[in-house]
């Protein structure tokens, strides 16, 4: 959410560290990689200089891109040294826009493919501009502009981070979002009604051009291949009445205040979108405040540091039309487990690998949660701060991407097996604990080509893939994930990786276009063994 010149400045700094972030990058055997190649071109002329990068983020985060390539003089480019994998490509062009509907393109790669004419088609996207000022007539500096598609679908293939059309108003109180897709659009300015304290600073009531509250009544700005709108001006009126809500947290037991834990805050819209945001930290006392809360239903919850024996109970409140001030948060002592982690039969894993992450059988909310906990190097674990429960073990390991995660085959207390997890009751000191653990070798992969009984692959049509293990020998005691979804591509390709052994479900249905049912969900066993690819091929059938 930046202006138009942090934007251009932005664009600058993230390509150069694109750059670097590529050729941080361990390059693989030449044998296993592959290569994507295509052509950009604006208005049907090749396009120089412009900047193809690769992710395997749908998203694209700024710190996710890994590969990156520049057009030459006739508008192509080459990406090489692509390990097999499920990626998306797009070009960084903030003034342009795709002349069709994909910004990006999903390509299921292969080990040592090589796949050419992932093409882009540009155009000059358009831009709208214009002026906040208050009711006063003065301008409204840093003031946060959606430019927003009257089609919520036309959003999902937008760019980020340079067309998200999140736009801040310059001294002036002048916006400028540029690098729109054509179609039609509404302007508008301030929140909606729901939303987190903002710490005191002024809220306006979301404003929509022509300075209208209501949506209805916004003016849809029609937007065209290279167009400029100018003039789009919003006046607010006076802001929002806020209020400051405060209390303090203590211990349920004897009412002493406690202190230096993080309290955060939540909200549900009546549409039960939630809002979530934490950080405040208690004075000496035990107090906390919070300034700028809007009216609206809020809950209040403690965030303990790791390994804190404490927890608390949620507390919700109801702001209308003044302070609040009284509340108390109560904390309790929770319970506490400490054991051993031990490997079932001789491995080269280490035991300071494992993470562990107690979860309750009963999921109530526990907003502050139970932090992720280490396993010493002999194995050794405690957890504190656990709410009264059954408790089971979440185990991995502790990088993203590696190929080792653990499953849990047994815990015992006291040398009793414990097959449902442990019981534990608000401050219960529970101690020998014994869990044994198997390493699991996630070197497995499946991949698919999906066909149609009868025609061909439509590009418009969109498929989804999931995969469930189904493994009697998964111990039910760990809730270790072991699905994924993946799109499939334009060519009916798709591939799951970073699988353990076993036996899995897998499934694949039509999510576009509508109705969904244009093509019964397949589903079929597949057995995925240890550093081995499956090949799978799924045929849909039409819906009768």
Same mark, same amino acid.
């Given at each position: 959410?930046?202006?138009?010149?942090?934007?251009?400045?932005?664009?600058?700094?993230?390509?150069?560290?694109?750059?670097?972030?590529?050729?941080?990058?361990?390059?693989?055997? %030449? $044998?296993? #990689?592959?290569?994507?190649?295509?052509?950009?071109?604006?208005?049907?002329?090749?396009?120089?200089?412009?900047?193809?990068?690769?992710?395997?983020?749908?998203?694209?985060?700024?710190?996710?891109?890994?590969?990156?390539?520049?057009?030459?003089?006739?508008?192509?480019?080459?990406?090489?040294?692509? &390990?097999?994998?499920?990626?998306?490509? !797009?070009?960084?062009?903030?003034?342009?826009?795709?002349? %069709?509907?994909?910004? %990006?393109?999903?390509?299921?790669?292969?080990?040592?493919?090589?796949?050419?004419?992932?093409?882009?088609?540009?155009?000059?996207?358009?831009?709208?501009?214009?002026?906040?000022?208050?009711?006063?007539?003065?301008?409204?500096?840093?003031?946060?502009?959606?430019?927003?598609?009257?089609?919520?679908?036309?959003?999902?293939?937008?760019?980020?981070?340079?067309?998200?059309?999140?736009?801040?108003?310059?001294?002036?109180?002048?916006?400028?979002?540029?690098?729109?897709?054509?179609?039609?659009?509404?302007?508008?300015?301030?929140?909606?009604?729901?939303?987190?304290?903002?710490?005191?600073?002024?809220?306006?009531?979301?404003?929509?051009?022509?300075?209208?509250?209501?949506?209805?009544?916004?003016?849809?700005?029609?937007?065209?291949?290279?167009?400029?709108?100018?003039? *789009?001006?919003?006046?607010?009126?006076?802001?929002?009445?806020?209020?400051?809500?405060?209390?303090? *947290?203590?211990?349920?037991?004897?009412?002493?205040?406690?202190?230096?834990?993080?309290?955060?805050?939540?909200?549900?819209?009546?549409?039960?979108?939630?809002? #979530?945001?934490?950080?405040?930290?208690?004075?000496?006392?035990?107090?906390? +405040?919070?300034?700028?809360?809007? &009216?609206?239903?809020?809950?209040?919850?403690?965030?303990?540091?790791?390994?804190?024996?404490?927890?608390?109970?949620?507390?919700?409140?109801? *702001?209308?039309? +003044?302070?609040?001030?009284?509340?108390?948060?109560?904390?309790?002592?929770?319970?506490?487990?400490?054991?051993?982690?031990?490997?079932?039969?001789?491995?080269?894993?280490?035991?300071?690998?494992?993470?562990?992450?107690?979860?309750?059988?009963?999921?109530?909310?526990?907003?502050?949660?139970?932090?992720?906990?280490?396993?010493?190097?002999?194995?050794?674990? %405690?957890?504190?701060?656990?709410?009264?429960? #059954?408790?089971? !073990? @979440?185990?991995?390991?502790?990088?993203?991407?590696?190929?080792?995660?653990?499953?849990?085959?047994?815990?015992?207390?006291?040398?009793?097996?414990?097959? $449902?997890?442990?019981?534990?009751?608000?401050?219960?000191?529970?101690?020998?604990?014994?869990?044994?653990?198997?390493?699991?070798?996630?070197?497995? @992969?499946?991949?698919?080509?999906?066909?149609?009984?009868?025609?061909?692959?439509?590009?418009?049509?969109? !498929?989804?893939? @999931?995969?469930?293990?189904?493994?009697?020998?998964?111990?039910?005691?760990? !809730?270790?994930?072991?699905?994924?979804?993946?799109?499939?591509?334009?060519?009916?390709?798709?591939?799951?990786?970073?699988?353990? &052994?076993?036996?899995?479900?897998?499934?694949?249905?039509?999510?576009? &276009?509508?109705?969904?049912?244009?093509?019964?969900?397949?589903?079929?066993?597949?057995?995925?063994?240890?550093?081995?690819?499956?090949?799978?091929?799924?045929?849909?059938?039409?819906?009768?």
């Amino acid at each position: 959410m930046v202006s138009s010149t942090r934007q251009a400045i932005a664009c600058i700094v993230f390509i150069v560290a694109i750059g670097a972030n590529a050729q941080a990058q361990t390059t693989p055997a %030449k $044998d296993q #990689t592959a290569s994507i190649s295509g052509k950009v071109t604006l208005k049907e002329k090749a396009a120089p200089g412009i900047v193809v990068v690769l992710t395997e983020d749908k998203y694209a985060g700024w710190q996710r891109f890994r590969y990156r390539a520049t057009t030459d003089a006739e508008g192509n480019y080459r990406l090489t040294n692509i &390990p097999a994998g499920n990626y998306y490509v !797009f070009p960084l062009a903030p003034a342009f826009v795709p002349d %069709k509907d994909q910004s %990006k393109q999903l390509v299921v790669v292969a080990a040592g493919e090589t796949l050419r004419d992932v093409d882009f088609a540009l155009v000059r996207g358009g831009v709208i501009t214009g002026k906040i000022t208050d009711a006063e007539g003065q301008p409204l500096i840093d003031e946060y502009v959606t430019v927003a598609p009257v089609d919520p679908s036309h959003s999902d293939n937008q760019v980020f981070p340079f067309n998200f059309n999140n736009n801040q108003t310059d001294d002036r109180g002048i916006y400028r979002a540029f690098g729109l897709r054509p179609g039609k659009y509404r302007v508008s300015v301030g929140r909606s009604g729901s939303g987190l304290p903002d710490g005191g600073a002024q809220t306006y009531r979301q404003t929509f051009y022509p300075s209208v509250t209501e949506v209805e009544k916004a003016t849809v700005i029609e937007v065209t291949e290279g167009s400029e709108t100018d003039d *789009v001006d919003i006046v607010l009126s006076r802001p929002i009445a806020t209020f400051t809500v405060s209390g303090r *947290v203590i211990d349920a037991e004897t009412s002493a205040p406690v202190t230096t834990f993080g309290l955060g805050i939540q909200q549900s819209d009546a549409n039960g979108s939630t809002s #979530t945001s934490s950080g405040e930290r208690f004075n000496k006392d035990g107090k906390f +405040k919070l300034d700028g809360v809007r &009216p609206g239903k809020y809950t209040v919850f403690i965030v303990p540091p790791a390994g804190s024996e404490w927890r608390s109970d949620a507390l919700t409140f109801e *702001v209308v039309d +003044k302070d609040l001030s009284g509340l108390e948060v109560k904390m309790n002592k929770g319970a506490a487990i400490s054991g051993v982690v031990v490997f079932d039969g001789p491995t080269t894993a280490k035991l300071a690998d494992v993470r562990m992450f107690p979860i309750l059988q009963r999921r109530s909310p526990m907003f502050g949660g139970i932090h992720v906990v280490a396993v010493g190097s002999d194995g050794a674990f %405690k957890v504190n701060g656990i709410p009264a429960g #059954t408790v089971y !073990f @979440s185990l991995s390991a502790p990088r993203p991407f590696s190929t080792t995660d653990f499953e849990v085959v047994s815990i015992e207390r006291n040398g009793v097996l414990q097959p $449902d997890g442990i019981a534990v009751k608000d401050g219960e000191v529970v101690t020998d604990v014994r869990v044994l653990v198997k390493p699991v070798n996630l070197t497995g @992969s499946i991949r698919g080509q999906v066909k149609l009984e009868n025609g061909e692959l439509d590009p418009s049509m969109k !498929f989804s893939v @999931s995969v469930n293990r189904v493994s009697e020998n998964q111990s039910k005691l760990s !809730f270790r994930s072991s699905s994924n979804s993946p799109e499939v591509d334009a060519r009916g390709r798709f591939l799951l990786d970073h699988l353990a &052994p076993g036996n899995y479900e897998l499934s694949v249905f039509t999510y576009q &276009p509508q109705p969904r049912a244009l093509y019964e969900t397949s589903k079929q066993q597949v057995t995925v063994t240890e550093n081995s690819v499956t090949e799978v091929t799924v045929v849909l059938k039409a819906k009768q």
